[in-house]
């Protein structure tokens, strides 16, 4: 198993344009997260499932937020008309099965430059 | 106030000084992280703490408890542990809540 995986690692973009990410979690891990970072700030929740249910979202999930797991498996985060203060490290980090007291396993992450 | 607040916030020190970063929380929690993260992103767990201390190699991590308190300590530092470090406390839901981060620089 090579970890949590993410892409793309860096994505530029064009004000207003949608961007999607990918993030392929550690197989047996039914758990999967997603954060947001910026600059000199430490990550921030946004949204978490267990398998495909989407159980939790932060109010920095704006309407133009959406994030999928339809089979369970990887997670997409795609933002709608990007604004340059979505540029960020978005990170994604998945844990197994038992619900306390996991280790948490990150991704890379991939980071959005919206010019 | 944050509910994690680590300090300080940065720190610099010469190779094969002993290093202390602290972590203070205002909340109940499960279980207390401490992460790396080199420059270009990627966070790797350094260890999960829900009471004592723990050890691995040259890094020790302790909790208190009682008083909200956790240190993450570096014992002869070496350029190499050059990197941000971050506390991340798990409550009742599984997400986690991190702190700002404290950036080390080791010189040689």
């Known amino acids: 198993d090579t970890g949590v995986s993410q892409n793309p690692r860096h994505k530029i973009t064009k004000r207003g344009q949608n961007v999607t990410f990918r993030c392929d979690p550690i197989?047996?891990?039914?758990?999967l997260y997603w954060y947001r970072q910026t600059l000199g700030q430490g990550p921030e929740f946004l949204t978490y499932?267990?398998?495909?249910?989407?159980?939790?979202k932060s109010r920095l999930l704006s309407d133009r937020f959406s994030a999928e797991r339809p089979k369970g498996s990887f997670s997409t985060l795609e933002i709608q008309r990007t604004e340059q203060g979505d540029s960020a490290m978005y990170l994604c980090?998945?844990?197994?099965?038992?619900?306390?007291?996991?280790?948490?396993?990150f991704g890379q992450g991939t980071r959005l430059t919206v010019v | 106030k944050n509910e994690v607040e680590q300090s300080p916030q940065n720190l610099t020190a010469q190779e094969g000084e002993f290093i202390t970063i602290n972590c203070s929380y205002s909340?109940?929690?499960?279980?207390l992280h401490w992460l790396q993260q080199h420059p270009g992103g990627g966070i790797v767990s350094l260890f999960m703490?829900?009471?004592g201390k723990k050890k691995h190699g040259r890094l020790i991590a302790t909790i208190n408890i009682q008083e909200k308190h956790s240190s993450l300590h570096i014992t002869a530092s070496h350029p190499r542990d050059s990197a941000v470090y971050i506390c991340?406390?798990?409550?009742?839901?599984?997400?986690?809540?991190f702190g700002t981060g404290t950036r080390l620089q080791v010189f040689p």
């Open positions: 980090a998945s844990s197994p099965r038992q619900r306390m007291n996991t280790e948490a396993f």
């Open positions: 197989s047996e891990h039914n758990r």
């Open positions: 499932f267990q398998n495909e249910a989407q159980l939790e």
């Open positions: 909340v109940g929690i499960s279980a």
């Open positions: 703490l829900s009471s």
């Open positions: 991340a406390v798990r409550r009742n839901t599984d997400k986690l809540i």
